[in-house]
Nanobody, 120 residues
Framework: QVQLVESGGGLVQAGGSLSLSCAASGSIFSINAMNWYRQAPGKQRELVATITRGGSADYADSVKGRFTISRDNAKNTVYLQMNSLVPEDTAVYYC??????????????WGQGTQVTVSP
């Protein structure tokens, strides 16, 4: 089976930084787009950042200029560097990926989520 395992969440003061990692493991033929979502209490899950296999990235307007998504295809890992954090960034952050377990058989996978809390 395929698993996405996240790490790097925690508590940080406003203005600080955190770095999240998400490593995919298991029977993987290819990993296509990798994404970071977040969900705050009482709010819908929102897409924070996405990155293609070739490294093209897009961001939600709320995090542009502050967050950077990157990936290491050799390690099957996606990262989210979060700088200049504000309390509004507080949420559970979820790693997501479209993964081909065999050629032309792509499925959607989610990590377990990691809590990010930004204090005033």
């Amino acid at each position: 089976q395929v698993q996405l395992v996240e790490s790097g969440g925690g508590l940080v003061q406003a203005g600080g930084s955190l770095s999240l990692s998400c490593a995919a493991s298991g029977s993987i033929f290819s990993i296509n787009a990798m994404n970071w979502y977040r969900q705050a209490p009482g709010k819908q899950r929102e897409l924070v950042a996405t990155i293609t296999r070739g490294g093209s990235a897009d961001y939600a307007d709320s995090v542009k200029g502050r967050f950077t998504i990157s990936r290491d295809n050799a390690k099957n890992t996606v990262y989210l560097q979060m700088n200049s954090l504000v309390p509004e960034d507080t949420a559970v952050y979820y790693c997501h990926a479209f993964i081909e377990i065999t050629r032309r058989h792509e499925y959607s996978y989610w990590g377990q989520g990691t809590q990010v809390t930004v204090s005033p």
